[in-house]
Structures are given as C-alpha cells and as structure tokens.
C-alpha cells in the first residue's frame, strides 16, 4: 500500500504538479525490544508527511539530500540506502540546481526559468549551459 500526495502550483494561467510516493508498510520494530515504535495511526501521518515532502521536493526541486540519508552514511560519508539510478537522479538534481542558480545570478528572465523547468533535465542543463556561454 502506497500513499501517494499530489503538489500543484499556479499563476493563474500556468500549472505545475509533482506526485510523491511514500509505502504504508508495518509499523518498524525497535530490535532489542521488540516494540513498535509508533502506534498505527502516528505511523500513518509519518508516512503521509514524507509524501508529501516527496511531492514539495520534486515540484520545486529542492532537497536532494534526504535527512534519513545523512544520518545512515558509512564511514566513506556516502549513502548506503541509494541504489545507483537515484545517484544519477540526485547528481542531476545538484547540476540542474547549480546550473539554475547560475542563470538567476545572470538575471535570466523568469519565462526562459520556466522553460527550462519543463525540459527533461540532461536537456535543462544543456540549454542554461548554452545561455550562460551567450552571456558571458
């Protein structure tokens, strides 16, 4: 069982929406005493809460880091719940972000920033790439 929580932003003509994804699964087991460590129904607002950041998160592309991942790092300060697809996706995440800021540093006008947020991110980061090389 999944729950799924819905983001959408408006201007008025213009409308954004990212889903995010959080599984209802059992309720976690403290190992050494064997109890759960909520009750169903704090469970269940707590799996409700991180869809919805999920959903915050892809709309506005924020968040890349996830505090669960910085508190379960190894001793190579790398994340160990990752698989590799959701590497690429956060490096492009942090190179899609780095490239926006770069733009808005530039003054990039607020219609090319929404043109690019609609673009698959490779092509987002290709295309600000070949407006900051016009621009400087």
Not at 34 to 39: F, I, L, V, Y
Not at 54 to 66: C, P, S, T, V, W
């Amino acid at each position: 069982l999944f729950v799924e929580s819905t983001a959408i932003v408006s201007n008025g003509t213009e409308s954004y929406t990212a889903l995010g994804y959080s599984e209802h699964d059992q309720v976690p087991i403290f190992e050494k005493s064997g109890k759960q460590q909520m009750q169903k129904p704090q469970w269940t607002g707590a799996v409700s809460s991180y869809a919805r950041k999920y959903a915050l998160q892809g709309l506005f592309a924020i968040g890349e880091n996830d505090i669960d991942d910085l508190q379960n790092t190894n001793n190579n300060e790398t994340p160990i719940s990752k698989s590799d697809g959701n590497r690429k996706e956060e490096k492009a995440n942090e190179q899609l972000e780095r490239a926006l800021k770069k733009a808005n540093e530039l003054n990039a006008p607020m219609e090319k920033i929404l043109e690019w947020n609609k673009l698959p991110k490779v092509e987002a980061i290709k295309q600000i790439a070949a407006w900051i090389k016009e621009k400087k």
